[in-house]
T-cell receptor
Framework: DAGVTQSPTHLIKTRGQQVTLRCSPK?????VSWYQQALGQGPQFIFQ???????QRGNFPDRFSGHQFPNYSSELNVNALLLGDSALYLC??????????????FGPGTRLTVL | AQTVTQSQPEMSVQEAETVTLSCTYD???????LFWYKQPPSRQMILVIR??????QNATENRFSVNFQKAAKSFSLKISDSQLGDTAMYFC??????????????FGTGTRLTIIP
């Protein structure tokens, strides 16, 4: 059973460019959450997708957008890249309705470097 | 809004010893979940243990156990018989409980734990 997968592993972009990161959830999971982890910090919640819609969003600008496909995989898009967008981007999947806890399982992350 | 505080940026302990990592949180919610995640140098965030706030009994998973003090809003992680593979960043995280069930995680800043051979 494959866990959460993310691609690419590493990415280097220049300021002003656009980037797309991809995530495939763990088998049986229908919900994908994205987090940004700056160097030396804890992950910060970007947004969550469920049933192909953005269900909740953290304090990130509109330059950050996403999508969820019918097979539950997801993309994170960042436009007009800034140096401060350099970070590890983590995808987490879960199954909504797995009470009492919808535990989130993380992928290995994509390291984005903006020059 | 919730906040999670980990006051120990770094810790080290000899192999086979016991170590306790601290975490405090602030919330006005009554129902929530707490988690400890481990992030080794490979970067993959791995779930270590979880605790439901409505349960008084502290969660345990093999060598890992928590001391959950709801009134004090404290959630510490104890690692017994520490092993070299326990070397990692450890993050404490909070998730509120709602009818939907699947909420965002709020993380602390982490504690870097080094196990010394």
């Amino acid at each position: 059973d494959a866990g959460v997968t993310q691609s690419p592993t590493h990415l280097i972009k220049t300021r002003g460019q656009q980037v797309t990161l991809r995530c495939s959830p763990k088998s049986g999971h229908d919900t994908v959450s994205w987090y940004q982890q700056a160097l030396g910090q804890g992950p910060q919640f970007i947004f969550q997708y469920y049933e192909e819609e953005e269900r909740q969003r953290g304090n990130f600008p509109d330059r950050f957008s996403g999508h969820q496909f019918p097979n539950y995989s997801s993309e994170l898009n960042v436009n007009a890249l800034l140096l401060g967008d350099s970070a590890l981007y983590l995808c987490a999947s879960s199954h909504t309705g797995d009470f009492p806890t919808d535990t989130q399982y993380f992928g290995p992350g994509t390291r984005l470097t903006v020059l | 809004a919730q906040t999670v505080t980990q006051s120990q940026p770094e810790m080290s302990v000899q192999e086979a010893e016991t170590v306790t990592l601290s975490c405090t949180y602030d919330t006005s919610e009554n129902n929530y979940y707490l988690f400890w995640y481990k992030q080794p140098p490979s970067r993959q965030m791995i779930l270590v243990i979880r605790q439901e706030a409505y349960k008084q009994q502290n969660a345990t998973e093999n060598r890992f156990s928590v001391n959950f003090q709801k009134a004090a809003k404290s959630f510490s992680l104890k690692i017994s018989d520490s092993q070299l593979g326990d070397t990692a960043m450890y993050f404490c995280a909070f998730m509120k409980s709602t009818n939907f069930g699947n909420e965002k995680l709020t993380f602390g800043t982490g504690t870097r734990l080094t196990i010394i051979p």
